[in-house]
């Protein structure tokens, strides 16, 4: 495996093909899925006794083990189902071997078992890894209530962030969902709102900013979110458009 040490200490991979790392080498892995995807999304989620996560794409895994992390470390008892497709069953089948934070240290049994059967199952958890593409994966699901929309860039994975692709994703999601993303891109932002989602930009503990869309009108004051208004963005550049496929 081609490591890549990140500034928190935790490590991440490079991809060939994509010809990019699978985490921000500034923000840190861990850091990265922790501030970007998992802290803002149960926050906003606070009281909800189960939910449907959809983890684009499982890739290293760290965003659900993420979120088993702070859901165990706070002692919440939010019942998760995650579904979550991935394209490299080579990379899944290496992951019992990854050299994982000491934040995981605990919970490696989880990834453990996904990588052997793509499937893990307890009382409060359920993850089902699906092995192929993502685009015909999420025609076949419903009830969403988050996604973490952790794909590589746009620059080299277009597919998985146009403005198709996200009418795919919203036919997903259940009547109050978030897609928690590290794109700020306006295109992706234009993908997502031209499919009737809000946009939002998330500032966390990380350097680098978020994208919250929600399929409702957000208002938690704990969180640093900032109502981003596409239509004057629209009037203002009138270029700007989604991507498509």
Known sequence: MDYKLTSDGSNTLYSDKYSQTFHSLQDGAFNESLNKYVIPA???????????????CFGLGYNTLATIYYIKKFNLTTKINFF??????QLIESLQYFEYPNEFANILYILKELSINKYYKDNQFTI????GDAREYIKAI???????????????????????YFADIAKTLSKKAIIATY????????????????????????????TIASTFLENNNDLKMKF?????KKLNSPNCSPLLD
């Open 42 to 56: 149960l926050k906003i989620f606070a009281n909800a006794k189960e939910l449907n996560i959809l983890d684009i």
């Open 84 to 89: 979550s497709p991935e394209l490299d069953l």
């Open 128 to 131: 089902s890894v699906f092995i």
């Open 142 to 164: 419903d009830s969403i209530d988050i996604v973490y929309q952790d794909a590589f860039s746009s620059e080299t994975n277009q597919e998985l962030w146009t403005k198709e």
């Open 183 to 210: 794109s700020i891109a306006t295109p992706v932002r234009m993908s997502m709102y031209e499919n009737n989602l809000y946009i939002y930009e998330y500032q966390s503990s990380v350097k680098r900013r978020g």
């Open 228 to 232: 981003i208004d596409m239509e004057k």
